[in-house]
């Protein structure tokens, strides 16, 4: 028998996160490890009356491929991939991996190239992804995760565990996890309502962190259950067009960043107008260095955002969970999100996490709106 709150989670990523609709064709990817919750989703859209189809692969095709692609191979865009992404009117990808650090040992290099060779589908995604909820071209996506033994080893969990702790931030545990995100999203909405028109944003953490953000002209997005599920932030796209390059200072992120299975430790950017000038690690730091020298807007801060799930307290080693941790801030460089007021283009979107709890603020045109990871406001996530 499948696990019940696979169901009442494919439920809520169908009806609440996608909004299925008849007649709408539904795009499920992941791997055949995640095949009870691949399921699950399969039916809910048909019941739904969509017309859903499955893309499963597994984790050693893709090793393979890196591995053993000739640079042609690796240079390639299926014209077959952009018609997809152009045709399908929903997106749900599963991420369930068997081995999370089985691309450590992949030159990094190669890497590289295969993502930046993804720069083209990526860009018709972002802008298709973009556009208002009344256009007949919007592409609705949402990704979750399905636990996994290596997930819940990363997070130095038993599986068991990990499964609670992945439902529980979901908020699957409650009787109508639909009503607790609509309460989520409503709190959220104070925040954004707040900083929307705002001119700038400083972030400043007992780590050294000291980081302003140009966000006038920004339009800031509330995320609550609907692109990420499990969900909480609070985000936008820095203005790199400001006459100061739109992002300036240092930012040192508290928590191992893990791209393409590798963990790069201790990192620590510097922003001079907006671009990466000096990147810094004490693990892994050639892998960093490769990544953002992967094209032209690799250095570029594509997203700023402010965590907002006081659900999640703990650092797991996965950016779907560590970047939504209440009372910390995720500065993503390389590709913006156009609906947030950039449109930076790059093979590369890379979350890293800075945590504000330990003595750090979040200051907004002078006013502190956080302290020590907390909001100061009342009815703000937290403060409900």
Excluded at 63 to 78: G, I, M
Excluded at 263 to 275: A, K, Q, S, Y
Excluded at 328 to 353: I, K, R
């Amino acid at each position: 028998m499948r696990d019940q709150r696979l169901d009442k989670l494919a439920r809520v990523i169908v009806e609440y996160s996608t909004k299925v609709r008849p007649g709408q064709i539904v795009r499920i990817s992941g791997d055949v490890i995640a095949l009870p919750l691949l399921e699950a989703i399969y039916e809910r859209c048909l019941l739904a009356g969509a017309h859903p189809f499955v893309k499963c692969g597994a984790e050693s095709m893709h090793e393979f491929f890196l591995e053993h692609a000739t640079d042609e191979q690796l240079k390639f865009v299926s014209p077959l991939a952009v018609q997809e992404i152009e045709k399908i009117d929903v997106s749900i990808g599963l991420w369930a991996e068997t081995n999370t650090k089985g691309l450590s040992n992949i030159d990094p290099k190669r890497q590289g190239v295969a993502s930046s060779a993804r720069k083209p589908v990526f860009k018709v995604f972002m802008e298709r992804a973009g556009l208002d909820d009344a256009n007949p071209r919007k592409l609705r996506w949402c990704g979750t995760l399905y636990p996994t033994p290596a997930s819940a080893q990363d997070a130095e969990m038993s599986l068991t565990q990990y499964e609670s702790f992945v439902f529980a931030a979901g908020h699957l545990d409650k009787p109508d996890p639909v009503a607790e995100w609509t309460k989520i999203h409503a709190s959220q909405e104070l925040v954004r309502k707040y900083l929307q028109g705002k001119k700038e944003v400083h972030f400043q953490a007992a780590n050294g962190t000291d980081l302003r953000v140009t966000v006038a002209g920004a339009t800031w997005i509330n995320c609550s259950g609907h692109e990420n599920f499990p969900d909480g932030e609070v985000f936008c796209g820095p203005q790199l067009q400001a006459a100061d390059g739109g992002v300036n200072g240092v930012v040192r992120y508290s928590f191992p960043a893990v791209h393409h299975g590798r963990e790069v430790h201790d990192i620590e950017l510097t922003f001079e107008r907006g671009r990466v000038t000096k990147a810094k690690a004490s693990k892994n730091q050639d892998f960093l260095v490769q990544m953002l020298d992967q094209d032209p807007g690799a250095r570029n801060l594509g997203e700023i955002a402010i965590g907002t799930n006081y659900q999640i307290q703990q650092y797991t080693k996965n950016t779907l969970f560590d970047e939504k941790i209440g009372g910390t801030f995720h500065a993503a460089v390389g590709a913006g999100y156009p609906e947030s007021g950039n449109s930076n283009e790059s093979g590369l979107h890379w979350d890293m996490v800075c945590d504000l709890r330990p003595g750090g603020t979040i200051t907004v045109d002078g006013q502190v709106i956080s302290r020590n990871g907390k909001f100061v406001f009342d009815g703000w996530p937290g403060n409900t």
